[in-house]
């Protein structure tokens, strides 16, 4: 199952999906420094760390992303995103 969600800022774009087992209420916000998007979700019990995933075309498998992050708790900046582009996101938790 997929969920998905958007959030907009700095004149960059997000968008979020994520994959069993998923965290909840995911959410993607402009970071306080230009050029930044962050991402944070509730934590999942059973989890160990989450990956992260960005792509720039919406894609429906993992293999159209390339991960950006491995990291063991929420939240996750992205400091690499540019102002009026879009930028698709997979964050799926492993244990």
Do not use: C, H
């Amino acid at each position: 199952m997929t969920y998905g969600g958007q959030a907009y800022g700095n004149a960059a774009y997000g968008s979020i999906a994520f994959s069993f087992p998923p965290p909840t209420n995911v959410r993607i916000t402009d970071a306080s420094t230009e050029g930044e998007l962050t991402l944070d979700w509730d934590e999942t019990n059973t989890a160990v760390g989450y990956y992260v995933y960005r792509a720039q075309v919406s894609g429906s498998t993992i293999a159209d992303y390339t991960q950006v992050a491995d990291v063991t708790t929420p939240p996750y900046t992205d400091t690499t995103v540019e102002d009026g582009e879009k930028y698709y996101y997979r964050v799926s938790a492993y244990d």
